[in-house]
């Protein structure tokens, strides 16, 4: 794209977390920013759809996000979307273990990571030798959490590229007990795929931040509205009231000419600009080019398309009584490794519970019917309340690319800036340092927007 002409100052291709978070800066910057989703509704991976039976808003699984996510706070509150957030000011997880005991977690708000030591030393799951295992970890997460900082002088990786988190886990005196109790879920729940099998690196470092600075750092945080309205509707109004474009329902193309951006294919129309942000997932990248992907993005749209997704499945259930009396419950050990009550989180407008399967490979090829079952009967065996319950409704959410693999050996990650002028990346899975969550995706997000700033700042001096 070259010369003047342009229909827009940054065009913004994909309307998750990533591009949201991108344009709705870019617009609060003063930029004309377009953002175009292929799908009816806003949201990517995190979004909503209305239950034909009930009515309901449900979500396409239930997003747990966490007091580190310090970016994503910062674009829920440019978007005015900040009270829909539930943050604990601490740590506090029920879990009830594979013989039906129940316990909790509670950190108290002591600086961290007194506060994590604190909770799990007063923790009544664990016996004398957990206890004193936690304490094993306290330097690696300091090293970790410099290393993320850069400090000089900090020489040793914290975690080996080839080591699973299982090995790592274990290298550190971690028991059997508190990794199947604790760092199996926490695994899990952050990177969406077994601890045997994800590389420790990345889980390291969600580690350190969640060890973070502040006891809330490690608090859980719950949207408290379904996902459309948490974030995907507050992003909308906020880009379209500072001057913005959102389509949806539009497949974007990207047109270009050699080594030049030309234009984007927007249903009938053709819009250019001096950027444009794909903010797609990496298995929507390669197909993204009109005419497959030019010389200076082949090795990332290879890498991309080399790289595994991991699947997510979600079970909602609508029984004829409340079964849990708090938000959310930890079920270690299980398929179904969380269980949430809809009612709780969003008020009584809504009443099903979500189970949830993160590093789901082993059930996504079951029936429903059977994914359903499974999700019943562990529900039952570990809340007796649950067991004379009836159940009215039942439905399943595969998403079988939740997430990109963060096994040993998978491709590296691209960054925010490529080869080709005026195009950017941005997505989860773009090269934050961080899992495949929310958070990666704003990081990635805001991180896109900066670069088109700096590369829009022409036609906006001072902005
Ligand atoms: C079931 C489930 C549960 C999860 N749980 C958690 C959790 O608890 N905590 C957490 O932090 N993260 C969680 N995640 C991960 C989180 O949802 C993702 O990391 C995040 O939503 C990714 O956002 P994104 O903007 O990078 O990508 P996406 O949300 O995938 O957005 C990309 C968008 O680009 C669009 N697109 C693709 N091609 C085109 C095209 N050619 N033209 C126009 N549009 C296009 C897609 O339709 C999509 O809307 C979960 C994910 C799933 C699926």
């Known amino acids: 794209m070259t010369g003047d002409g342009w229909t827009h100052d940054v065009i913004v291709i994909g309307g998750g977390f990533a591009g949201l978070s991108a344009a709705s800066m870019l617009a609060e910057r003063g930029r004309k920013v377009v953002v175009l989703e292929a799908r009816p509704r806003l949201g990517g991976r995190a979004s909503s759809f209305r239950d034909g039976v009930t009515g309901e808003l449900v979500d396409n699984g239930q997003h747990v996000l966490f007091g580190c996510y310090r970016e994503t706070r910062r674009f829920l509150t440019r978007i005015g979307a900040a009270d829909r957030l539930r943050l604990q000011p601490q740590l506090d997880v029920t879990s009830v273990d594979q013989s039906g005991r129940r316990t909790r977690l509670f950190c108290p708000p002591l600086y961290p990571p ?177 005419s497959g992907p030019p010389p200076a993005l082949g090795s990332i749209c290879d890498a991309a398309d080399a790289t595994d997704s991991s699947p997510i499945a979600t079970v909602n259930l609508w029984l004829d009584r409340p079964v849990i009396d708090g938000p959310f419950l930890g079920l270690p050990g299980r398929t179904m490794q969380w269980v ?59 998403e079988p690319r939740a997430t990109f693999s963060l096994a040993p050996g998978q491709p590296a990650r691209p960054g925010v800036e490529t080869g080709l002028s005026g195009f950017l990346l941005t997505g989860d899975w773009i090269d934050t340092g961080l899992p495949g969550t929310i958070e990666s995706a704003v990081v990635s997000g805001h991180l896109a927007a900066g670069a088109a700033l700096e590369l829009t700042r022409l036609g906006h001096p001072g902005q």
């Open 114 to 290: 007194l506060n994590l030591l604190a909770g799990l030393l007063e923790w009544d799951a664990l016996d004398f030798r957990d206890r004193c295992a936690c304490f094993r970890l306290v330097a690696p997460l300091r090293r970790a959490r410099r290393e993320m900082r850069g400090d000089a002088g900090v020489r040793a990786a914290s975690a080996g590229a080839d080591e699973t988190v299982t090995t790592w886990l274990v290298r550190h005196g971690q028991t059997r007990r508190l990794r199947e109790l604790l760092w199996e879920p926490l695994a899990l729940a952050a990177l969406n795929q077994s601890p045997d099998v994800a590389a420790a690196p990345t889980f390291v470092r969600a580690l350190a931040l969640m060890s973070g600075t502040s006891p809330s750092d490690s608090g859980v945080a719950l949207p408290a509205r379904p996902l459309e309205e948490f974030f995907a509707s507050p992003a909308r109004a906020f880009i379209e009231a500072h001057g913005g474009e959102v389509r949806t329902g539009v497949t974007a193309r990207v047109r270009t000419d050699g080594e030049q951006l030309r234009e984007v294919e927007a249903d009938a129309d053709l819009l250019c600009g001096p950027v444009v942000i794909a903010a797609v997932p990496w298995f929507a990248l390669t197909e993204l080019f009109r």
């Open 340 to 398: 949430f009550d809809k009612r709780l989180v969003f008020g009584d407008a809504t009443s099903h519970l979500s189970l949830v399967a993160s590093g789901a490979a082993a059930i996504t090829r079951l029936s429903n019917s059977a994914i359903i079952e499974l999700a019943t009967e562990e529900l039952r065996a570990a809340l007796p309340a649950a067991g004379d319950a009836v159940v009215t409704r039942a439905t399943v959410v595969r």
